[in-house]
């Protein structure tokens, strides 16, 4: 049984790392307190709330826990330590994450000690299925390897548009891979999930972005591996990314849910567009796509999908303001065709093998992309790059070729092989590949396909601004792909750490 | 100190695994013993003290108080805290303001009755932020040496020795152990099993560094000084106690590498007694894992900072029942310390107070330490959670 004052008291003050600073001797606090313990009555209303979420801090010392206390028995062997933060003024327990201690792996604690950590978004620890899933930060991963850290600064915007567009994005998956074949595909670590997955692409495209997170109005996420079936992963979004301005516990931010396969992130692309295009209050708007992308064990009905399946989120920040790329139209269209689902409260979804590809897939992928080329007067050869959804590999490329597309137009999103199909995240993520490598003035078509089934199709136009906020984000979709720090995984490890806490 | 509290009478079980027990017939058992050494009526009793940590976890008992009421069929007043040296502290407290004459103080635990949990019961004594990033019972002491090693630069051959003197305090402790029929290990260990435990471990601690899960009770009688003499012709005075207490959270505090709590009782204790920190001859510390007895021998005093593994390596070499420390000699857990003498949370005080007061009186058996006769002065200190709280208690002999 999990409580949930208690719950929704801790992931407060853990996700986010909330603590405090006396303004008047600069003591430090984890936790958020009226006074300063040093300083006594006078501090009352002199205490200034600070955060530690963007923060980088030390890793004094550790050790190895191997026998976990009961709730944390997933987790296997774990490194446990003490990190300090702004020279040690506050200190805080630790536990290292995205690192799988091997059976007889001798650790030189003294080699860990003193190294820079990024706080990670994560689960806390393993509860019952019927159990409110309990978050914290107090996970960490070194600044010098996989996950650098990253300074969040807003920027002022300095220059409007007419459209709305792209104002930044973040690309999320883990360092965890499974390599088979020609395909290699992300795998989250155990304490990871759809839920940790939005919010830490959220996290990257604030900072790519440079926007205040206050001004964001509104925030979608769409996924179909929610770990539950009611309660939004965009609520812990909002709180943990504190979108929209705080004010008495809440964040002046709308959020919701979305699910529509593999497009619920995609079909919320033109409403956050409009939505910051409509004249009301909301200046800014955010769209993830997040998966920790559900399959069958292979030997199972629908197991195919076990081949394909990835991690990570992706996000999207829209506006009117410091674009990287203009949207330039849409179009999407739907039928009523079952060729992917899940029942509700089954864990693994089914499909229908070879229906999902020509009455589903590539047709509704052909309509849209067509449909909105005619609509704009637009040739293949007046666009730059193609993007499509990536169920696998040989399917973006057959509708690539077969709508007159050539390599270079659409290799470039093709990113299927580096992380398997993310989901939700999928045509996102191939989408951001192009964005991190395209020119200003080029377009993108970007078609995403979601079963049960529809298609939304984009077309893009990248600004000049694009080329300045590129060095905003350390970590690209190539860096995530081609990287020296990833880990790659046995099956039955793949499937231990999918399954999760 | 005025109006000094006396000790007439101590009990205690074997502490170790007691499945076939109820608590109840644990507590009954110390406090017969204790009665039964000075002749004491269960209606001679005017309060009692009681302190455990986890009974109504372990055994769903709530309110311990009457609990004791049903077992000793009184009503007085009966007052339940975590610790012994808490629930002793305040029995003190009430012989010196004169409210009591014969009170009496027990302490008791059932660990074994949730082995599977009650590892994660022992995170009640850590702050929720530690637990909730994963902290074990044994990860802060790990990490205090980890600092501790940082903090004084050990490293290479005096690295190998400092493991070593901590490897020797279980080795020792396992020693004293043999000799002490309530102890839960009577058997010898070697340092090589101390070092291939960590080993096994991958960690700077393992098996042999840490004090069990037990359980058992411990009691004693505690009376005014003017009526002791009714029940003894040796009672053992409480001449001085002081406590202090430290942030819940370990990561939290200024020093990683000490108990201020055992330093600040220890200051004010001495005080209080009126007696030289060297006066003590016997000391019992709260080892509940060798770094805490380490650790333990500098915040109480008798080690410079930095500088107890060389004293308890350099004494270890050869040993001999005791720490040679700058020249002095310092008798250290003759129970065999919480590592084999066990420590069922509740009654560890009781326990630490028993050789004490055993050792005073001379009548620890072959355990007896004889320095020009029985030692005059013996130190407890006692712990709660990781140097959260700390409690130290100095007993005087007859002939002190």
Redesign the interface.
Known sequence: MSSEPIERRVSYLGDRLKGCRCLICGKEYFEIRDYCGSCGRKSFGKMANIDLFYDKGVLEVCTLVNEPTNKFTKLGSYVYGIVSFHNGKIRVPCRLTDRMIRQGEEIDFSAFEGREVVPRFRRRYSVDRSDIIPTISLAFTFADEYYPHQEYAVVKPNKDYDAPGIVGYGVYTSKFRIKEGNITRSVPFVDEDAITAAVEAGKLALIHSGVDSELVGKVYVGSESNPYAVKPIASKVAQVLKLGEEDEGVQGVDAVDTEFACKAATSMFKDAASLVNYPANIQYSMVIGADNSQAAPRDCPGGELDLFVGFGGCAYIFGKTDLIAEIEGWYSCTSDTPDFWRRDGEPFPMHGGRFTGDPAYFKHIRKAAKKLMERLGLKPSDINYFVAHQPNVQFPVRIAKELGFKEEQYLPSLQVANFGNTYSGSSPVGLAAVLDIAKPEERILIVSYGSGAGSDAYSLITTSQIIEKRNRQKMPVAYQAQNPFLEYVDYTTYRRLKLGM | MPNRPAIVAVGRTKFGEHYEKEPEKLIEEAWLRASEDAGIERKDLEACYLSDYFLPITNKLGLEEGFLSELTELHVPMEVTRSFSSALSNACNAIQAGRYNIVLVGGIEKMTDRW??I??DL?LLE??????????P??NH??ML??YI?KYGVKGEDLEKLDIALAQVSVKNHLHATKNEYAQYQRKITVEQVLNARKE????LGLYDFAPISDGASALILTSDDVAKKFTEKPVHVLGFASATDYLT???RQD?TRFTVSEIAMKNALKRAGINLWEIQVLEVYDQSTVMEMISLEDLGFCKRGGAWKSIYQSCQDYRGYYEIDGRRLFVNLNGGLKADGNPLGATGGAQIFEVVKQLKGEAGERQVMIDGTPKYGCVLELEGFGTKGYVYILGGTSS
Not at chain 2, 201 to 204: L, Q, T, V, Y
């Open positions: 599977d949990k590892r994660d995170m702050d929720p932020w530690s637990y909730y990033a994963g902290c074990t044994e990860a790990e990490l980890r600092a940082r471990a991958r960690k700077p370990f990561p939290a990683l």
